[in-house]
């Protein structure tokens, strides 16, 4: 929790628009976004100014997801990973590289992606 209570919005309606003004979108990890749900939430922020996606994951499996939902990936860094561990793996080494400063889960087991974030020798681990 803050220190200064007054940094937190008075209503989630005003998040989105705090974010924006607090600078330029951070690059976040979107980890095995082949689903509809995850690519589409991940391209939302994007088009609202909120981040700048890296999609890693199966590059066909992504790219089918897009085109079931209509969604256009036309500019979006896209990272080839052969399957969602690989993906996890790769997300959390953007995030080492200073590349992403955040990751989102997409269409895999959180225990997937909490594996590559805590590993002593290539996780987020202090």
């Known amino acids: 929790m803050p220190d200064d209570i007054s940094v937190l919005p008075a209503s989630l309606d005003a998040l989105p628009r705090q974010a924006r003004d607090a600078g330029p979108p951070l690059a976040w990890a979107i980890v095995h976004p082949c689903d509809t749900n995850s690519l589409r939430g991940a391209l939302e922020a994007t088009a609202s100014g909120l981040i700048q996606p890296i999609l890693v994951g199966p590059l066909e499996r ?3 997801a897009a085109a079931a939902a209509g969604l256009d990936l036309c500019g979006i860094a896209v990272e080839a990973a052969p399957h969602s561990h690989a993906a996890a793996a790769r997300a959390v080494a953007l995030c080492r590289e200073g590349r992403a400063a955040m ?6 087991h959180t225990g997937e992606l909490l594996a590559e974030v805590v590993a002593s020798a290539t996780g987020l681990r202090p």
């Open 62 to 64: 992504i790219r089918a």
């Open 103 to 108: 990751l989102m889960k997409g269409a895999l």
